[in-house]
């Protein structure tokens, strides 16, 4: 039996230069991330899965959701005091997600629902993503501007017509162009109202699958849209799923794993139907999940069911086991493309279980071919389940962009911790790192209360071994500080001259530090103020 680590995340890493640094490969993802959401449009290097038509859980919504959930996760618990890391990244990520290569496999999947046992009703084509079902995409797109909002009070996507998605095709449909325009706000709107007409069991996936997966999505969204503006929208969804997924066991099936989604009701039915056979990427993509708001019930699955999906060996790896296909894909690809190895990382970096986590790290960085490009680290795609060793090998788009960031980067309890306690002004407003070199990756930023203390980690990205360092240090407010680098005094807030010596400049302004130095290696860059 695994062991739990009673460790609960707090959003607020530990206290001035005490607080961990980031370690190579967490700063990596990091950087990997960031690489991807710079890419020009129609440029989907490193993301495109085995699978065509954005048909598998390798489809681009998945990628640039728990993508951004890993920013956000690193943002909240690891570098609460460097805004400047992930502001940009998780705006050029909610770019990508109203690009029409992410969204427009809704205009045929929106005809029937693939994943059921029966054939299900056809049903006219529609191409606004988010009017009706389709929860795999608008929720992910909801909670992606809601943290943007929360993480940052940037308000650009309250503003009308802020989410976009435009039909342009030019060679085709001529007759269907047309614009469909949200913002955050009428986006959460629409996503309550098509959940309250299904009587909360949830919003369909494809039509008439109704998953619980990717509801759980929604619920962190309405819990951000009730922080920010008010209401209790979220408190009413999940009584509401809790009471109408009561008739079928409570999400739990007969043999104590996590149900995976209903077929609803409908003119081939007499009655919804369950589909509830265990699976590893159930239990651990809905644990993970589910975390946020039923704890008890997610802890105990897991004691009693990880066993079933994980593979120990005697050299310290894990690897995942009950592998499967998606529906259809037989004969075009191999088991594995579900991603489970990812979403069982995931679910034990929730659930604090450092022995698992390790283990399957060690086993990706072991089999699955750990690369550096351009700073970033990530794991080529490789489409075999097994390599020539035999060994577990498949590695997906979604589990190397996505979810081994998220499993590294996050805590325990980290996301219940975000969904509980989402971020305020004072959070927003402390000390803080809000410029930077590209060239420079953060990995240390803490500000902590009751010493008044920022500290600072930086160092040049992996793969180059020096570069010219400018710091921006914002909301230093007139008070008496002293900047320290690498543990030693060079500068404060009364000195006049700006060359501090060795190399370290710093100009001042009433509210921001700007810190110039030379970066060989780590080094540590503090603000003590002075009460």
Known sequence: MTTLVDRPGTGRPGAGSAAPRLTAEQAGHLRHIDNLSRLPRGDWRHMAGPLPMQEDFNAYRYQLGYMSLALALAHYHRLPAAPVVFHDTLDRLIQRMLEPD????????????????????????????????????????????????????????????????????????????????????????????????????????????????????????????????????????????????????????????????????????????????????????????????????????????????????????????????????EGLAEPGLHSEFGWVAGWASEMGDRATLEGLFRHADTVMNPQWDKGGLYYPRHDATYDTAGRFASMTPTVSNAMLPYARLNVEDGLRTLFQRPWTDRDRQRPALTGRDDDVDVLRAVYDDEKDHLALSVAPRHGLTTVAATLTISRVAPRPWTLLVDGEPVARSEDAATDAGRGIGVRRTPDTLTVSLPLEGVRDVDVQWRR
């Open 102 to 329: 992410v969204w427009t496999y809704w205009r045929d999947t929106s005809t029937q629902g693939g994943f059921g046992p029966i054939d299900l009703p056809q049903l006219p084509s529609r191409t606004d993503p988010v009017a009706v079902d389709n929860i795999m995409y608008s929720a992910y797109l909801q909670m992606m501007t809601l943290l943007f909002t929360m993480l940052f009070d940037d308000r650009r996507y309250e503003q009308p017509d802020s989410l976009t998605f435009a039909f342009r095709p030019i060679l085709f449909g001529r007759d269907r162009r047309d614009s469909f325009a949200y913002d955050q706000r009428t986006l959460n709107e629409r996503i309550y109202w098509n959940m309250v007409r299904n009587g909360y069991l949830g919003v369909a996936c494809e039509p008439f699958c109704v998953f619980q997966i990717c509801n759980q999505i929604p619920i962190l969204g309405f819990r951000l849209h009730d922080h920010l503006y008010g209401g209790q929208t979220a408190e009413e969804v999940m009584e509401g799923y809790r009471r109408a997924w009561s008739q079928f066991g409570d999400g739990v099936g007969p043999d104590g794993h996590f149900a995976k989604f209903v077929v609803q009701r409908n003119d081939l039915l007499p009655t919804d139907l369950l589909i509830d056979q265990g699976s590893a990427w159930t239990d651990a993509w809905l644990g993970m999940l589910l975390n946020m708001w039923r704890p008890e019930l997610v802890r105990d699955t897991y004691r009693d069911k990880l066993e079933n999906w994980i593979d120990p060996t005697p050299e310290g790896t894990i690897a995942v086991r009950n592998l499967a296909l998606p529906p259809g894909a």
